[in-house]
């Protein structure tokens, strides 16, 4: 392989396992994420767990108890609402580390290999030329021939092949 693509593959390598590391850390602190939210009247109050499931409900004073059964619902229907609207906006700010400029929008390249760093770099074009087309041709005799049931996914190819090639 040439030295320009080892240095393309340790700085994809990198970026991989950077978009790995916040990943993981997004989702440890969505795991742990909870919300709590009040009544307008300050009566109660709700807390809802990272799934929105509510997992704690406190009355504050005695007053629920001159409420009638469907207002005393509606209230900690609505509390709780509040509470799960809440964990969403939390939610969307622990993954907006994650977002890119192509991520959230629409995406104008041909392949994944096209989010990779270096793929619109015209230096690179062989390179990604190579993993676009799975590192042969399809009129490459050392191809096995396609899969049945019409799966055309690129087939693996040896370094030992790929070094042949090269040399």
Known sequence: MKPSNEAL???IQADFERTRDTFL?????????ESTAESPDRMMSVTVDAQGQLS???FRGTGYRSMGPAQLADLIVST????QCDLQTKAQ???APMLTDGAAGTFDGDSLWDLLPGSDDPANAEFFKSLRGGFGTEDDAAAPPPRRGGDSRPTRRTK???DDEEG
């Open 9 to 11: 593959l340790r700085e």
């Open 80 to 83: 709780v609402r509040r509470a």
């Open 160 to 162: 030992s092949a790929l």
């Open 56 to 58: 704690s409900l406190t």
């Open 93 to 95: 700010a622990a993954v």
């Open 25 to 33: 850390e997004v989702q440890r602190s969505i795991g742990s994420l």
